[in-house]
């Protein structure tokens, strides 16, 4: 069965500074990954996905995502954070066959002046 | 123009109560679900429909069941509501079955078991 681990319980950033957000999967074969956003109150939504192909995937709001086999991490990331990023943040992993997603258990991202 | 949408938005109750929680979505997808997430915000799937046939049951217990009346709804029941069950439950959708699709969700459900 396929796990996800995200280190991090929480992060803060200053604002304008750069970010990264931690994942790391177990699963024996090439999953599908995904990062998805949860603001408060709000349900979430999809930042990013990789399927296949280019290891460099693009997202939303300007999040990019890098998918490194070697390590099995899928490692979120933004050049320079706005106030507005600071939500809840889950990494999510598929398998081929197989219609669920697990999740990790979140990175919130706080956000300081 | 909601793609996913639940009610009620919060649901306070006494254990023991049976409610439900109501979900709709208009992207004309296939597939649907029921998640939960607890108090640590860990979410885990609970089921799946596609095309109205339950298609995932992740060793709920009875008291859930959820029904789908056509594909564009999936309701979720509780019988004899438990402490434990208090929790976020989201709804959300997918064109297809399939873990290669984007779920959509809804704003979710906090349901609080007194």
């Known amino acids: 069965a396929q796990s996800v681990t995200q280190p991090d319980i929480h992060i803060t950033v200053s604002e304008g500074a750069s970010l990264e957000l931690r994942c790391n999967y177990s699963?024996?074969?090439?999953?599908?990954l995904f990062w998805y956003v949860q603001s408060p109150g709000q349900g979430l939504q999809l930042l990013l996905k990789y399927f296949s192909g280019d290891t460099l995937v693009q997202g939303i709001k300007g999040f990019e995502a890098e998918f490194k086999r070697s390590q099995s991490s899928f490692n979120l990331r933004k050049p320079s954070v706005h106030w507005s990023d600071a939500a809840e943040y889950f990494c999510a992993v598929g398998a081929r066959g197989y219609s669920t997603l697990t999740f990790g258990k979140g990175t919130m991202l706080l956000v300081s002046p | 123009d909601t793609a996913v949408s639940q009610t009620p938005k919060y649901l306070v109750t006494q254990m023991g109560n049976d409610k439900s929680i109501k979900c709709e979505q208009n992207l004309g997808h296939d597939t649907m679900y029921w998640y939960k997430q607890d108090s640590k915000k860990f979410l885990k799937i609970m089921f799946s429909y596609n095309n109205k046939e339950l298609i995932i049951n992740e060793t709920v217990p009875n008291r859930f069941s959820p029904k789908s009346p056509d594909k564009a709804h999936l309701n979720l029941h509780i019988n004899s509501l438990e402490l434990g069950d208090s929790a976020v439950y989201f709804c959300?959708?997918?064109?297809?079955?399939?873990?290669?699709?984007?779920?959509?969700f809804g704003p979710g459900t906090r349901l609080t078991v007194l």
């Open positions: 699963y024996g074969a090439t999953p599908y």
């Open positions: 959300a959708s997918s064109q297809r079955a399939g873990a290669y699709n984007e779920q959509f």
